[in-house]
């Protein structure tokens, strides 16, 4: 059984509906046991055994947000030190306000999350064109949530019309894992 | 008088509709000369007296176009050598699909560009998230037009909306320009 | 038998010779057929039938080189349109001046290319640390030649040392590309 | 006075040398009141009212680490709510390992720095390749110490020739910060 963990932070909540829908995708692929788990929470064993990570998070500034930025430079930097990832599977996703309509920095995110993938040697799985959901919330590096807000700043969740992204990229990235899962085919 | 050039690259045309209203916006404010320039028309001596320069191309295949690439490779690049752009002011726009609604690669586009400006030594002007047009097209890196087609495939050009963005770009980039136009003050 | 070609734009030759000894490390790998093409030779037939692309740009200002790029916006677009290459392989490299001693635009250039990878909806292979020859060539994005001159200005070429992580890398991309051949993991 | 802050966060100490060198750089160019702070200290009240500031971290992974993103997250993000940093002048610099010998990450690590300058709508000022140490330290987005250890894994400081290239960035960005102080010219 292959192991696909789903390591994403979140603000509002937003990007945490769209984790789980992207969890939902991965689950429906055979043989990959996916986990799905806040950023905040991740300690070095979570990543010890794992043939696939997909990181989330919200877009903040141009870049992801401070506590997956945290996590990197912790859990997942000790892995850079053992090697311990090399030639699994890595992908990301987003979640933004869509303000100017011109990806409002999710581009910039997704790049500096997949410079971590890259850095500890992770086989990177983009987001097809082809793919459900791309029309909609499909940017090449993966696929991303936009958010909206009610007149009074609540936020209002993520339409089921997003969700098909993160599902169909979620299931992309879990066939990548479960064919790829014990195969050492960098560096051998 | 300062010289500010917006050197475009174009398919459809419609990138050129744009630069037209980035050209607008600049020569609304006194003091700069405006000069509007496809490409594929840049000779080395139209880059040896400006003051400023506004990139701007169409988005393929995630950067910019190679007509806008040649024309950095060649006439900016021999800038690059002589060191005559150093303290200049630059900044960048695109146009775009914007298939997928999360930028469709705008971001990596105006970077690819944005490199080139640095390493020419030039002052970047952003976009900022006041600038009238902002709300519709506006990446923080400037702003990009979101082109549309008729059913059979036809280009629409840029509606008036979109032109608004464009405008408020040229005009921030020509006030600097105007205000730093003969300072040296890089590497005096 | 997996196909995989390398394609590189050169302008000195630097980037052809670390062309070659990526092609050597991919040809060393078993079920792989390797194919070398200079971009500007490189017609839509050549990527038919191919399963991973390693495409490689010498470094100019700050990006991949106008030739790279056009035989971007040209056959690869093709495929784009055709999903054709959705689930194959990709990769980079480059090579460059290394003045500054901080990457000299290494990163952009690939991450440019990437982008075109990325959009075409590729499964990227990155350069791991661990690779034989990171140490002196390495970015996590892949390999980059450092070029060296003699004192008329004449290229050097790629002493031997750093081929080894063109080596390495070619046969990493080999590797993933002869067992992901034939499968369709993206979008089934 | 136009008042200008430098913020950087550090690990080992390194980040710290080299923006006291930035700093020093700045305080060099008259009518400039320069300040130097860590990024875990920086509160709201010391960016109300500056006129410029560059940005220093590590490179971690691949891009800034997360006590600098913290404090973008935080007191930056809060600039860009009252757009009370637009038009303002803003730069960036780095510290890396100089692992693999092509930039390690510093080019990642300073765009995504520069993103969230972008997104304040911040003029940005490059480092140009005719600044004093770009040759031993420079990238054209900012210069980048390159760090070295003892044998036993003690940080071994910022050579004397390193400390040229930061000298140099500081009053590069001290020269125009002065330039634009009390100016309005983005979106006036």
Redesign the interface.
């Known amino acids: 059984m292959a192991r696909l963990l789903i390591c994403y932070s979140t603000g509002t909540g937003t990007t945490e509906v769209f984790a789980k829908a992207v969890a939902e995708g991965a689950a429906s692929v055979d043989g990959v046991n996916v986990s799905l788990k806040n950023a905040n929470d991740i300690i070095p064993e979570d990543l010890a055994t794992i043939d696939g990570v997909i990181l989330g998070s919200p877009v903040?500034?141009?870049?992801?947000?401070?506590q997956m930025?945290?996590v990197?430079?912790g859990p997942?930097?000790m892995m850079?030190i053992q090697?311990g990832l090399?030639?699994k599977v890595g992908a990301v996703f987003t979640s933004?306000s869509?303000?100017?309509?011109?990806?409002?920095?999710?581009?910039?995110a997704m790049?500096?999350m997949l410079?971590?993938?890259?850095?500890?040697?992770?086989?990177?799985?983009?987001?097809?064109?082809?793919?459900?959901g791309?029309?909609?919330?499909?940017?090449?590096?993966g696929?991303?949530a936009?958010t909206s807000e009610s007149k009074d700043g609540r936020p209002l969740g993520v339409p089921d019309e997003q969700q098909i992204a993160a599902r169909?990229h979620g299931a992309?990235v879990a066939?990548?894992t479960a064919?790829?899962a014990g195969?050492r085919?960098?560096?051998?």
Chains 1, 2, 3, 4 share one sequence.
């Not at 869509?98 to 910039?108: L, R, T």
């Not at 791309?134 to 590096?141: A, I, P, S, V």
């Not at 085919?185 to 051998?188: G, H, K, M, S, V």
């Open positions: 903040h500034m141009g870049s992801m947000d401070w930025k945290k990197i430079d997942f930097a850079w090697k090399v030639g933004g869509g303000i100017g309509q011109v990806g409002a920095g999710a581009e910039g790049i500096a410079a971590n993938l890259a850095e500890l040697g992770m086989i990177i799985v983009p987001f097809p064109s082809s793919a459900p791309y029309h909609t919330n499909g940017l090449h590096w696929p991303s936009i169909s992309n066939r990548v064919e790829l195969k085919l960098l560096d051998p």
